[in-house]
């Protein structure tokens, strides 16, 4: 039995073309798992903890800001990194959220996974 070394990367996002997106973007380099809101988000992460977040800011349920700031009080995973992705999201945003990074839909593959890999290499 082989185990998966590749870093965990737990997606919360709503839109099944967004998911696609991140699925074939990520998959060949990453561990990916995906969700469709903050509350399954809260189911998956006590499964495995991530390497790193992305989060939706537009989702029912509970949204990307409401899900980043309820990661940010639990002191077992502070210490991962958040990158949130929308159309709406600014700097503010991500400082009140204390989230590390936002990415502007559209972005392409390119970004996506230079923006993941600056903050997996702070990790090491």
């Given at each position: 039995m082989t185990i998966d070394t590749r870093p965990y990367i737990l997606i919360a996002e709503d839109d099944f073309i967004a998911q696609s997106f991140f699925e074939e973007s990520l998959a060949h380099h990453y561990?990916?798992?995906l969700v469709e809101n903050g509350q399954y988000f809260f189911e998956a992460i006590h499964e495995k903890k991530p390497d790193l977040v992305i989060l939706d800011i537009s989702m029912p349920i509970m949204d990307g800001i409401e899900t980043c700031r309820a990661l940010r009080e639990r002191v077992e995973y502070d210490d991962v990194p958040?990158?949130?992705a929308s159309a709406e999201a600014t700097q503010k945003i991500v400082d009140d959220c204390e989230a590390n990074d936002f990415l502007v839909k559209p972005f392409?593959?390119?970004q996506?996974?230079?923006?993941i890999e600056k903050h997996l290499s702070q990790l090491k």
């Open positions: 561990q990916v798992s958040v990158i949130l392409s593959e390119k996506l996974i230079s923006a």
